[in-house]
């Protein structure tokens, strides 16, 4: 047994307000109380300047560290330093991971935003053959859209102020799934939520109290299903407006569950307890 306390962690930059330290630390604890595993870890939040990187990333074995969520601004400096197992060789094209681990003296790389997301999504509709209209095409807004191509919806409509990320996107898309039906909008408007089945929420719009709403009321409809993945807070402007129109709705919590839950046991090697970590999740948002 090694008796150094490993180590796991998000890098990012800024990490402040991350959620996951509290997930994952209850998630050790309990384990480590079960038996299940037989050494102390502890999870930390890395932050580190984009200048620092490099040397970050050749410091983890002396730091101890056997694995690590990556969040902005490193995600694609790390996603060219790990390597794809045959299940996740798809990452190649989606160009997003979320998880790092090492196997074997390589780092290799996973996004468990995907499964986190589809799992969350089909516990409250499934999104074959429907209408998906996204809203942001950074990390996540690649994620989603990945999810709901695979999980076979009818058509794709997406926007982001940054028309390049949606071309990119748009390409990634063709390329996995042929010929599905995705397309750019150039404005909200343009979305034509009003046709839509399904509206996902992947900016960062709607985490800050002055954060307009990007969507009017007249935009929804009470058949639509609102997927923010935003979790604080727990109700943003558009959540509050989809249950004003009649609309089901959910924040992003749970997906931040699912991805955690999925993160732990490429770590771990054993089964994730959601219900202590659900626990944790919920009274740091509580507390907030
Ligand atoms: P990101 O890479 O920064 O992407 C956000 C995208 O939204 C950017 O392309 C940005 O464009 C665009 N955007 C910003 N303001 C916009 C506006 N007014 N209209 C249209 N597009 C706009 O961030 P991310 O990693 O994808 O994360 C997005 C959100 O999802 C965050 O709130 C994050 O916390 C959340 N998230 C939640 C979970 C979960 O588990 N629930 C997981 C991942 C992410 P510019 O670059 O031009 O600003």
């Not at 180590?7 to 509290?22: Q, T």
């Not at 929420?201 to 993945?229: Q, R, W």
Request: charged share 25%.
């Amino acid at each position: 047994m090694n008796s150094l306390k490993r180590i796991y962690g998000l890098i990012g930059y800024p990490v402040k307000h991350s959620l996951s330290a509290a997930m994952h630390n209850a998630a050790f604890k309990e384990l480590k109380i079960r038996g299940e595993i037989d050494y102390d870890a502890e999870y930390k939040l890395f932050e580190v300047k984009p200048e620092n990187l490099d040397n970050f990333l050749n410091s983890l074995e002396e730091k101890n560290i056997y694995g690590l969520n990556v969040t902005i601004p490193h995600k694609e400096k790390v996603f060219n330093f790990v390597e794809f197992d045959e299940n996740s060789s798809y990452l190649e094209q989606v160009k997003a991971i979320n998880t790092i681990v090492k196997k074997e003296n390589v780092w290799m790389g996973y996004n468990t935003d995907i499964p986190g997301f589809s799992r969350h999504l089909k516990e409250n509709i499934d999104p074959l053959n429907k209408k998906v209209a996204i809203l942001g095409a950074g990390g996540a807004g690649r994620a989603v859209s990945y999810a709901v191509s695979h999980l076979k919806a009818k058509e794709i409509s997406i926007y982001d102020t940054d028309k390049n990320k949606v071309k990119n996107i748009i390409e990634m898309i063709k390329k996995i799934f042929g010929d599905f039906n995705i397309k750019s909008a150039d404005s909200v408007e343009q979305l034509n939520i009003l046709d839509k089945d399904i509206l996902i929420n992947a900016t960062p719009v709607g985490m800050k109290d002055a954060d307009v709403c990007l969507v009017s009321e007249k935009m929804l409809h009470k058949d639509l299903f609102v997927y923010d993945l935003i979790y604080n807070p727990k109700e943003t402007k558009l959540l509050a407006l989809a249950k004003k129109v009649g609309a089901k709705s959910s924040n992003g919590l749970k997906m931040l569950l699912y991805q955690g839950m999925l993160s732990f046991e490429i770590w771990a090697g054993k089964k994730a307890p959601k219900e202590v970590m659900w626990q944790a999740l919920s009274s740091q948002i509580s507390t907030k």
